[in-house]
């Protein structure tokens, strides 16, 4: 413990924050207050916290001190991503149709976490209805990276990944359908987990409030300074609902030692910047001179043979299926001037899928999630890019939500690629349902951090997990951006 307590509070893991609190080496409102005054101080252009409830968490660490440190978490502050129910706090999804909503409950993991000990104190920011890989709201305003606020932390637990970064929170709670967890961790060098699906409850989810049924692709997972972390929020907020009548029992770490680990390395045909991809191969070097079974795949894994187009259909026919008529012209108005087969035109196509269109989507997936069970027999780990692209400069003049998406573009490596295509890598795991676990690399890419995410078969998330934290001690941990050390 003494080594980590000589580095400030707010550099520390929250494992490391969890240990000094059932140490009494800080106190929970001590370490409450040190984290309110920096989001006052270091906030202003970053723009990550967007709601506070000070007196109710002064109150809550209170509690805390006065009790044993017997709890999980031990009083440990915390913020969570606006899309969750926290009773009290407004639940906008930052729709301004929504300004006015106020909780009067939590969501099932709130829950789980304030029982663990957790001191709520402030919500973070992201884009309308959480469908963007930036940032940005009509309510809220941009959140910007801390490492280059020119830059997008990513999206939609955009965030969440600053405030951990900036030092304001050492756990998050983050939701990700097409990379919400895994691309701002990128962007902004902290950690995250995407769990399979269906282990973790979303329900208190925003958008909509009150909803009852989870979404076909959605999970909600950790956010943290290490791969301990991501450990120990995982386990506080996995299992079924309560009183649901069903058990989780995930499967232990298929290793423990890194020297054991199977892991395929993949950088090929989706689009990715090839400084970025240099800078994975690289990694997946170091880890063959630790003694990791390495192999650098050169064509694309199996279970995506034939399957390129489904996680967009399935995606945007999950999307479609909520919105009201009016926006789903708005896709198909945003796709005319684009040809048949493009990625616009798809994505506008899938918005209007028919149950029977679905149907046969949900079908292809199974199989896809079959042929990674198979394929899973040979390696333990899949270690891919996160995005095409590390952090990129803010596009917010052209509105909000998917509609303007379809005609941005992003610069990948000095050629011109659709911004929609930022999707591709995210979906391989969402897609399959699969875990996956970012982690950053050791050095920047063109000048900003960058992650990589190791991909496990469905069910190992603790493999993912695990794998991640043998590479921290090896890799190193959480380093603070320039001006918020």
């Not at 969570?80 to 009067?104: C, N, Q, R, W």
């Not at 020297?259 to 993949?266: C, L, N, P, T």
Request: charged letters at 20%.
């Amino acid at each position: 413990m003494t080594a980590f307590l000589q580095k400030a509070p707010h550099q520390w893991t929250a494992v490391e924050t969890v240990a000094a609190l059932k140490a009494r080496k800080i106190g929970a409102l001590e370490l409450l207050e040190h984290c309110l005054d920096r989001r006052a101080r270091l906030d202003g252009e970053v723009n990550a916290v967007v709601e506070i409830r000070a007196e109710a968490a002064r109150e809550a660490a209170r509690a805390a001190d006065a009790s044993d440190a017997s709890s999980p978490l031990a009083g440990l502050p915390m913020t969570i991503k606006e899309t969750y129910e926290i009773e009290g706090f407004h639940a906008t999804a930052g729709m301004p149709e929504l300004k006015d909503y106020v909780s009067t409950g939590d969501a099932v993991t709130v829950q789980s976490l304030r029982g663990a000990g957790a001191v709520i104190w402030g919500k973070t920011n992201v884009p309308v209805a959480a469908s963007d890989h930036q940032s940005y709201n009509p309510l809220h305003g941009i959140c910007r990276n801390p490492w280059d606020t020119s830059r997008t932390v990513g999206g939609s637990s955009g965030g969440a990944a600053a405030a951990l970064a900036a030092g304001y929170t050492a756990l998050e709670l983050g939701s990700d359908i097409g990379g919400s967890i895994r691309i701002p961790a990128h962007f902004c060098r902290v950690w995250g987990h995407k769990p399979t699906y269906g282990i973790v409850p979303a329900r208190g989810h925003v958008p909509p409030p009150g909803a009852l049924a989870d979404s076909p692709l959605s999970v909600c997972g950790p956010m943290g300074r290490s791969g301990a972390d991501l450990e120990l929020g995982l386990d506080l907020l996995a299992g079924g609902m309560p009183d649901s009548g069903w058990v989780l029992n995930l499967p232990k770490p298929r290793h423990e030692t890194l020297a054991d680990y199977r892991v395929a390395v993949w950088t090929g045909d989706n689009p990715v910047d090839p400084a970025y991809a240099e800078a994975i191969a690289a990694y997946a070097d170091a880890l063959a001179e630790q003694g990791v079974q390495v192999t650098h795949l050169d064509a694309m894994p199996a279970p995506l043979i034939g399957n390129d187009d489904l996680y967009i259909a399935l995606l945007f026919a999950t999307i479609g299926s909520g919105v009201p008529r009016a926006e789903l012209d708005a896709y198909a108005a945003a796709a005319a001037g684009h040809p048949d087969g493009s990625l616009p035109e798809r994505v506008a196509r899938a918005t209007r899928s028919s149950l029977a269109d679905f149907a046969g989507l949900v079908e292809r997936q199974e199989r896809v999630r079959e042929a990674w069970r198979a394929w899973f027999a040979d390696f333990d780990i899949l270690l891919c890019p996160v995005s095409m692209t590390v952090a990129f400069p803010h596009q917010t003049e052209d509105g909000h939500g998917p509609v303007p998406q379809m005609s941005r573009v992003l610069d990948v490596g000095g050629e011109t690629r659709p911004y929609m295509e930022n999707l591709y890598w995210p979906g391989i795991a969402t897609l399959g349902h699969l875990p996956a676990t970012v982690r950053p690399l050791p050095d920047p890419v063109r000048g900003m951090p960058a992650g990589v995410q190791a991909i496990g078969a469905e069910y190992a998330d603790r493999t993912t997990m695990r794998f991640t934290a043998l590479c921290d001690e090896i890799f190193g941990g959480f380093v603070p951006p320039p001006g918020f050390a």
